[in-house]
């Protein structure tokens, strides 16, 4: 199980990753002319979701915001 930094620190790594595809694009080339392929923009979207709930449940600790045991739910 990752640390609440370890997560936090990913999902900057996401972060800076979706505002350069943002601001460059989805690929690159080198000084050769290679053209290389960047991580795909909703693949990174999806991530960033996942972490932010994975940071949710670490803070909450270990359970899931929002939800709870309701009794005689009439």
Known sequence: MSTLSELQEELAEVN???????????S????????QEQAKYYRLLEDKERLERRIQIVKNNGRV??????FGGN
């Open 16 to 26: 800076a990753a979706i505002k350069r595809i943002r601001n460059a694009g989805q």
């Open 28 to 35: 690159a080339s080198d000084a050769s002319g290679r053209s």
């Open 65 to 70: 915001p929002g939800s709870g045991v309701i």
